[in-house]
Structures are given as C-alpha cells and as structure tokens.
C-alpha cells in the first residue's frame, strides 16, 4: 500500500497548483484523506480532509482558496490551491486513515505519502 504525492512546485504569490494524491494497493474510496503540511521551522498541520462519506473539513488558512476532491475510479485525492500566498509554502503530504471517519489528528492516520514541496514567490 503506497501513496504518492505529487504536483508541487514554484509559483508565484495568487497563483494555483493541484496536488494529487495516489494510491496503489488498496481501495482509496473508503479510505479518510488528509493533507497535510509542514513549513520550514513548524510543526505539521492539518490542511483538508475529506472522509469516505465525503465530508470535507479545511482549516482556516485554506478555506475559500482550497478545495479537496476526489476521484475514487482514479483512486486518487487532489487539493486545488488557488490564491496562494507565500505563507502556504511548505511540503505537503497526503494520508490515509483507514477507519474512514477523517482524523484532524496526524498520528491517527495509517500511511503517508512522501510529501510535494510547494514554494510560492512573493
């Protein structure tokens, strides 16, 4: 069971980029899915998640400028990022929690992708 985050890169500030997050090896659609990020010199936090019934949480910073989908025929979750700020750069991961439900809680979740670096320019 792998997941793989991609579609990170360099943008400028008010910008967009789409993260994806694949999965390989296990049914994603009943999966809850995170991401997450971890600026230089901070702790990980929670950005979105969406649970196997589809409820969507974001945290503040990303509400109205983020969104979380996804594609369960693709076995695949993305993160739209529009909007971006300077202060959304960081490396961002996705993961899976088995239990379905969405934990806003890092340790709760059962796999993890590598991260997707996202560095936006002012």
């Known amino acids: 069971v792998q997941l793989q985050a991609s579609g990170g890169g360099l943008v400028q500030a008010g910008g967009s980029l789409r993260l994806s997050c694949a999965a390989s090896g296990c049914t994603f659609s009943s999966d809850a899915v995170g991401w997450f990020r971890q600026a230089p010199g901070k702790e990980r936090e929670l950005v979105a998640l969406?649970?196997?019934?589809?409820?969507?949480y974001y945290a503040d910073s990303a509400k109205g400028r983020f969104t979380i989908s996804r594609d369960n025929a693709k076995n695949t979750v993305y993160l739209q990022m529009n909007s971006l700020k300077p202060e959304d750069t960081a490396v961002y991961y996705c993961?899976?929690?088995?239990?379905?439900?969405?934990?806003?809680?890092?340790?709760?979740?059962?796999?993890w992708g590598q991260g997707t670096l996202v560095t936006v320019s002012s």
């Open positions: 969406i649970n196997s019934g589809g409820s969507i």
């Open positions: 993961a899976a929690d088995f239990s379905g439900s969405g934990s806003h809680y890092e340790y709760e979740y059962d796999i």
